[in-house]
């Protein structure tokens, strides 16, 4: 696997990441044609996540800042909003299959 480290990139993304930790580098792993995150004080090895975006711009700035343990908790918060909201609009498609059956085999044996 060909890792090839990015010193400097045209939005800056790299130094901008130095600014939030001075031990960030980023990784571009050619066969995948991704970019990695890693963290030189990381226990357990360097790497730190792998970006979902196929450019180095200001959403990788963005992700990193998210996704940093600090903001964890946050995070899960913004998470568990999500699936509540998910899981209300379930709720709600299911009543109203429900509701729309039930009409049914009520117009159905009205009529037999």
Do not use: W
Request: hydrophobic share 30%.
């Amino acid at each position: 696997m060909c890792k090839i480290e990015i010193k400097n990139d045209l939005y800056n993304v790299v130094s901008r990441l130095k600014k939030i930790d001075e031990n960030y580098f980023v990784l571009y792993v050619k066969n995948k044609q991704v970019f990695e995150i890693h963290n030189k004080n990381q226990p357990f090895g360097t790497y730190c996540l792998t970006l979902p975006y196929k450019n180095l711009d200001k959403r990788a700035v963005d992700y990193v800042l998210k996704t940093r343990k600090e903001n964890f908790d946050k995070l899960i918060k913004e998470m568990d909003i999500s699936n509540k909201r998910l899981e209300q609009k379930e709720n709600e498609e299911l009543k109203y299959k429900a509701k729309y059956d039930l009409t049914s085999m009520l117009k159905y044996l009205q009529k037999n």
